[in-house]
């Protein structure tokens, strides 16, 4: 008894040995494909607090999830270059306890197998009801078609899930009848309907016309596709990345993906067309049917998540803190060849939580709550009047990485000017009335990332027009004098946002080195841009708030914050306390 003891023990040493070792090995190799070097002098334009990986090409945000008191990002990687490439893309696997700080792990799915050989392309995660979490992505098979197929975790007491199993039944699906091999991707979360049935949407296109199609399947193994899509636009074309989720219409905690509730409304992402656009409508589950309030690329209403540099995002359900979080990837303006100089490409937005505005005609987005963990110093100002033609300083914190909230009063509504038929399109007028463009109301609001010489910067602004019955608000990010380097991409962005002026009008701005995501109307109105400013790097680089209309306006309240650097490293420098 006493020798079987001994050798039980030897046995259990053994493999917290080889474990270990394992483990330590998998880092190394980690850290002998990525290149940690932060230094701020030669990376000027690489992000603080936003999530990439320390090298190479990232794109679409891939199954995120939260399990076992983790939270997972997969995304799309190349972990051979720092572009696009052949397409044989992996599965980058990282991890986090707070979605802030990330613990960077190797690969999850890599391009080994027939039916994904030529890429693991996006997908979506489900968690089953025993606790597993499955996977399932877009493999390209050697015909260049695309299937979808499965993977599960190898070990779901692993609290990391460093290890998934494809399906020996893959591919679960393939294209069949009227659908393209190159034109069927990205499996949305599954969810179960009161029938027991899981069901999922793929994104693809019919007949010219972008597609939501639905499939069935009571083992999530075999699935059958229903004789109608979930929803189809005849104003669009290939549906990619969709996304399905209901929303809450009074409360304000978000739903689990397969809550059926009388009191919410369904929302359908799909991304095309550069951008991700979103419907809200009633979906009856015993009969999948889901009718539209208002339909796709509507001449009156276009919702998007984010009216500027934004894509193939995803949603998923945080049920340690009951909200519905966005990621969403934000591509590079600085063209191929800078991409392969400094060795990496990609962002992802910082997550979002994500509900519908009390009007229930459009969702609002907000930066999660905890990045106020990385705020530091502080700068507030109160009822400040900025007269026409005015700009000033805002100085005491970190002005290259930043959170900034503002709150403007605008005194007198009546000398609004009018807006004129032609100027439906919000982007084109941005483009026609930048920043330099004086008005009456406007243009006022933030310039970042500025030189001390103002021979650089971006704006984040508002003007204000009067309507046929109501005033309207225009948002513009204007990136047009954002960098004195000519081959930068330099795109102004625009939106109208339907909320009152006679209130205060809120502008929230995360500035982080190359990236400014802005928050117009307490999240009503989201743009993304880039910048990659040749002197406002560093601490070169400085923060406005500015009036260059003939009106003055008042900021009732400015809160500022320098930003500390979010920790990304390999699995062996951190431990679960730190993170």
């Not at 979002?352 to 963990?373: A, F, H, V």
């Amino acid at each position: 008894m006493k020798k079987r003891s001994r050798n039980w023990l030897m046995v259990g040493f053994l493999t917290i040995v080889i474990a270990k070792y394992e483990e330590v090995e998998a880092s190394r190799r980690l850290d002998e494909e990525t290149n940690l070097d932060s230094d701020p002098t030669l990376q000027p334009h690489r992000t603080a607090y936003h999530f990439q990986p320390p090298k190479f090409w990232m794109n679409d945000p891939n199954g995120p999830m939260y399990y076992n008191g983790v939270y997972h990002l997969f995304y799309q990687y190349n972990p051979r270059e720092s572009v696009w490439g052949d397409g044989k893309l992996s599965w980058g696997h990282s991890i986090s306890y707070n979605l802030v700080d990330w613990v960077h792990l190797e690969n999850a799915i890599n391009p080994t197998d027939p039916f994904d050989i030529n890429g693991c392309w996006s997908g979506s995660a489900t968690i089953l009801p025993d606790g597993t979490p499955a996977i399932l992505y877009t493999g390209c098979d050697p015909e260049k078609r695309q299937v979808q197929n499965l993977a599960v975790a190898k070990n779901a007491s692993d609290p990391y899930l460093r290890e998934w199993i494809k399906s020996d039944h893959n591919p679960l699906l393939a294209p069949v009848d009227d659908i393209k091999g190159d034109y069927f991707r990205d499996p949305t979360t599954a969810w179960q309907g009161p029938d027991g049935k899981w069901r999922l949407i793929v994104g693809s296109e019919i007949c010219g016309h972008g597609t939501a199609l639905l499939y069935h399947s009571e083992d999530f193994v075999s699935w059958t596709k229903s004789h109608r899509p979930l929803h189809f636009s005849k104003r669009t074309k290939m549906w990619e990345c969709p996304d399905f989720y209901p929303v809450s219409v009074n409360g304000t905690n978000g739903l689990d993906t397969s809550v059926i509730d009388r009191s919410s409304k369904h929302v359908l992402k799909a991304s095309f067309n550069d951008h991700d656009y979103y419907v809200i409508g009633a979906y009856e589950p015993e009969t999948d049917a889901f009718s539209v309030d208002t339909d796709f690329m509507d001449d009156n209403v276009q919702l998007r998540y984010d009216y500027g540099v934004f894509y193939a995002s995803k949603t998923f359900y945080d049920n340690a803190k009951r909200r519905r979080i966005l990621w969403g990837w934000v591509t590079e303006a600085d063209g191929e060849s800078d991409d392969t100089k400094k060795g990496w490409s990609g962002l992802q937005s910082f997550p979002r939580s994500i509900l519908l505005d009390e009007s229930g005609k459009q969702l609002t987005q907000w930066p999660i709550r905890e990045i106020e963990s990385l705020r530091t110093e502080e700068v507030n100002i109160q009822n400040k009047e900025i007269e026409g033609g005015a700009e000033f300083e805002i100085t005491g914190i970190t002005a290259s990485q930043a959170d900034v909230e503002v709150s403007f009063h605008i005194p007198n509504l009546d000398d609004a000017e009018l807006l004129l038929r032609e100027w439906r399109d919000p982007e084109a007028l941005c483009r026609i009335k930048n920043a330099s463009a004086g008005g009456k109301i406007g243009p006022f609001g933030l310039m970042v990332l500025a030189s001390d010489n103002l021979a650089e910067h971006a704006d984040i602004f508002f003007r204000i027009y009067k309507g046929n019955d109501k005033h309207v608000v225009l948002m513009c990010s204007d990136q047009s004098r954002s960098s004195l380097r000519e081959e930068v991409e330099k795109t102004t962005y625009g939106a109208f946002i339907d909320v009152d002026p006679s209130q205060n009008l809120s502008l929230r701005s995360l500035i982080d080195h190359s990236i400014i995501e802005s928050f117009g109307g307490r999240g009503k109105t989201c743009i993304t841009a880039r910048a990659y400013p040749k002197v406002a790097v560093g601490n070169a680089a400085r923060l406005y708030a500015f009036n260059y209309g003939t009106e003055s306006i008042v900021i009732s309240s400015l809160s500022a914050w320098s930003m500390k650097p979010a920790q990304l490293s390999p699995l062996h420098e951190r431990t679960k306390s730190q993170i």
